[in-house]
């Protein structure tokens, strides 16, 4: 029987030293580090192209090779966080910083950013709240986005219609909508073209926000600790959406949108593959997307002609700002020395001219963006000028989603929903909705205050720090831009003046 045991013992020491030998970091003779992204088919040649920028700029072993392997991991992509908590997260990561900087596993990049030239100079001025925190920076962007409406030129000019400006308000959206619709669908037969997308996902959720925001309106205050969507304004948005949808069906129902062919992109995101379909086909007229739409559109085998409209606003003229950024893990063992210099590399001519190329959505740096070649694609005239318009989007008018350490942000676009789901099936007033969302919402920020001791000292400050703003604009005085925590609020005060820009010792 021992020498049973000492049998079973040496086979398994033998095969886990067989399997300690195929790990790749005993294989490589340099460091390796992992980047969690999405499954992309693009990032394997990222890497290669990163490969080749190391070597020409000298980050290179005595032997001529890269410093380091850089390699995929896909399949932890999706639970980051956790992967990031246990302490087994990726040395590069795709995250928001502000998602993850209040879980404290972010590295602060902002000195080997000066150092290596990849610093918030390098690239749009507005997405500095998704790359930062407490003034400091912790990522740098893969690419960037706006949401913007992506129009099918071709479906308009078939019901003899022009393509529907840049810049509409409310009401001449519906008017082109309506017009639209009705010259598409033959009378007394089932609707199958619509005006736009449907509003069931993540999509419509951005469309909603563009609306509130056009009105003077954000999900939070000023300092991100309270919820204001109990308001006017986001009850006309939510009864606006419900008349085109129920009446003026400029967009298709959930009942609609079934009969709809759909599908996933290669991030699993529900609809995105099969919407980008019924856009090109013209079964929906404009999708409100980014540039990104068009690595699946050019892979069809008849592409439309494509324009891009803003979201429709009203006093205040604004779009959605997003990214990706890479981050570097705080557990990472080459967070100082090789992995900031794949953060670097996303600031190089390759980089930057691969997104352009593959329509990956707005290069990091904005200066590719007045490249021939991303202003007037040579295999894709179909697109000519509509590419421009997302860039001079992202320089002037884009505003990044609004943040806050104080509640679940994963758990507002749900309430946002469910209000919008209510009014639509006649559940709620729009009034009524917009009362329980915000009530919903700002219970989430009461709980996780509770939990945490640290943060409730925090927001007890930002809470004091509301008042004073609220003072001071209720005497008709101006705000130091640096109290202002809200994306939003920060561009709506400098585009109505009442923001004090100088610094304010009493900060």
Same mark, same amino acid.
């Given at each position: 029987?021992?020498?049973?045991?000492?049998?079973?013992?040496?086979?398994?020491?033998?095969?886990?030293?067989?399997?300690?030998?195929?790990?790749?970091?005993?294989?490589?003779?340099?460091?390796?580090?992992?980047?969690?992204?999405?499954?992309?088919?693009?990032?394997?040649?990222? #890497?290669? +192209? @990163?490969?080749?920028?190391?070597?020409?700029?000298?980050? %290179?072993?005595? $032997?001529?090779? /890269?410093? !380091?392997?850089?390699?995929?991991?896909?399949?932890?992509?999706?639970?980051?966080?956790?992967?990031?908590?246990?302490?087994?997260?990726?040395?590069?990561?795709?995250?928001?910083?502000?998602?993850?900087?209040?879980?404290?596993?972010?590295?602060?990049?902002?000195?080997?950013?000066?150092?290596?030239?990849?610093?918030?100079?390098?690239?749009?001025?507005?997405?500095?709240?998704?790359?930062?925190?407490?003034?400091?920076?912790?990522?740098?962007?893969?690419?960037?986005? #706006?949401? +913007? @409406?992506?129009?099918?030129?071709?479906?308009?000019?078939? %019901?003899?219609? $022009?393509?529907? /400006?840049? !810049?509409?308000?409310?009401?001449?959206?519906?008017?082109?909508?309506?017009?639209?619709?009705?010259?598409?669908?033959?009378?007394?037969?089932?609707?199958?073209?619509?005006?736009?997308?449907?509003?069931?996902?993540?999509?419509?959720?951005?469309?909603?926000?563009?609306?509130?925001?056009?009105?003077?309106?954000?999900?939070?205050?000023?300092?991100?600790?309270?919820?204001?969507?109990?308001?006017?304004?986001?009850?006309?948005?939510?009864?606006?959406?419900?008349?085109? #949808?129920?009446?003026?069906?400029?967009?298709?129902?959930?009942?609609?949108?079934?009969?709809?062919?759909?599908?996933?992109?290669?991030?699993?995101?529900?609809?995105?593959?099969?919407?980008?379909?019924?856009?090109?086909?013209?079964?929906?007229?404009?999708?409100?997307?980014?540039?990104?739409?068009?690595?699946?559109?050019?892979?069809?085998?008849?592409?439309?002609?494509?324009?891009?409209?803003?979201?429709?606003?009203?006093?205040?003229?604004?779009?959605?700002?997003?990214?990706?950024?890479?981050?570097?893990?705080?557990?990472?063992?080459?967070?100082?020395?090789?992995?900031?210099?794949?953060?670097?590399?996303?600031?190089?001519?390759?980089?930057?001219?691969?997104?352009?190329?593959?329509?990956?959505?707005?290069?990091?740096?904005?200066?590719?963006?007045?490249?021939?070649?991303?202003?007037?694609?040579?295999?894709?005239?179909?697109?000519?000028?509509?590419?421009?318009?997302?860039?001079?989007?992202?320089?002037?008018?884009?505003?990044?989603?609004?943040?806050?350490?104080?509640?679940?942000?994963?758990?507002?676009?749900?309430?946002?929903?469910?209000?919008?789901?209510?009014?639509?099936?006649?559940?709620?007033?729009?009034?009524?909705?917009?009362?329980?969302?915000?009530?919903?919402?700002?219970?989430?920020?009461?709980?996780?205050?509770?939990?945490?001791?640290?943060?409730?000292?925090?927001?007890?400050?930002?809470?004091?720090?509301?008042?004073?703003?609220?003072?001071?604009?209720?005497?008709?005085?101006?705000?130091?831009?640096?109290?202002?925590?809200?994306?939003?609020?920060?561009?709506?005060?400098?585009?109505?003046?009442?923001?004090?820009?100088?610094?304010?010792?009493?900060?």
């Amino acid at each position: 029987m021992k020498l049973m045991f000492c049998i079973i013992f040496l086979i398994l020491l033998g095969a886990s030293f067989a399997t300690w030998r195929t790990e790749p970091e005993i294989q490589s003779k340099v460091p390796v580090l992992y980047w969690m992204t999405d499954a992309n088919p693009a990032r394997t040649r990222q #890497v290669q +192209l @990163f490969n080749e920028w190391m070597v020409r700029n000298g980050h %290179v072993t005595a $032997e001529g090779k /890269p410093l !380091f392997d850089l390699r995929l991991d896909v399949v932890n992509s999706r639970k980051i966080g956790i992967q990031a908590v246990s302490g087994m997260a990726g040395d590069i990561m795709d995250m928001g910083v502000p998602y993850a900087y209040p879980s404290g596993y972010l590295h602060d990049v902002t000195d080997s950013a000066k150092r290596l030239g990849f610093d918030m100079s390098k690239t749009y001025a507005g997405v500095e709240p998704i790359l930062s925190a407490d003034g400091r920076q912790y990522g740098f962007p893969c690419n960037g986005s #706006v949401n +913007l @409406f992506w129009v099918n030129a071709d479906a308009f000019r078939r %019901v003899g219609m $022009e393509p529907p /400006p840049r !810049f509409w308000d409310f009401a001449t959206f519906e008017r082109i909508g309506k017009e639209f619709v009705r010259r598409s669908n033959p009378p007394g037969k089932r609707r199958t073209v619509f005006f736009a997308n449907g509003l069931i996902d993540w999509l419509g959720d951005c469309l909603m926000m563009n609306m509130e925001r056009s009105l003077s309106l954000s999900s939070m205050n000023e300092t991100c600790t309270r919820c204001t969507l109990d308001d006017e304004r986001f009850a006309r948005v939510l009864a606006l959406l419900a008349k085109w #949808v129920n009446e003026d069906h400029l967009f298709p129902s959930a009942a609609d949108e079934a009969t709809l062919s759909g599908g996933v992109d290669y991030q699993g995101m529900a609809n995105v593959t099969g919407l980008n379909s019924l856009l090109n086909n013209g079964q929906i007229a404009m999708l409100n997307t980014g540039r990104w739409a068009m690595i699946r559109i050019r892979g069809f085998e008849k592409q439309a002609n494509y324009t891009v409209s803003e979201p429709p606003c009203e006093e205040f003229r604004n779009s959605l700002l997003q990214a990706r950024p890479a981050v570097i893990y705080e557990g990472s063992p080459h967070k100082d020395d090789l992995a900031p210099l794949f953060l670097a590399f996303l600031t190089s001519k390759e980089y930057n001219e691969d997104i352009v190329a593959t329509a990956d959505a707005l290069p990091p740096c904005p200066e590719y963006t007045n490249s021939e070649e991303y202003l007037r694609p040579k295999h894709f005239k179909n697109e000519w000028g509509a590419a421009a318009v997302e860039a001079d989007e992202a320089r002037h008018y884009g505003v990044a989603p609004s943040f806050t350490p104080y509640a679940n942000i994963n758990m507002f676009a749900t309430y946002r929903k469910e209000a919008l789901d209510k009014v639509l099936l006649g559940m709620a007033t729009p009034r009524e909705a917009a009362r329980v969302c915000a009530e919903k919402i700002n219970r989430l920020f009461e709980l996780k205050v509770r939990e945490s001791p640290s943060l409730k000292a925090q927001y007890e400050k930002d809470l004091e720090l509301q008042k004073r703003i609220d003072a001071l604009r209720s005497e008709g005085k101006k705000v130091p831009l640096e109290w202002l925590k809200n994306p939003f609020h920060r561009a709506y005060y400098l585009y109505k003046g009442w923001a004090e820009t100088s610094p304010n010792p009493g900060t």
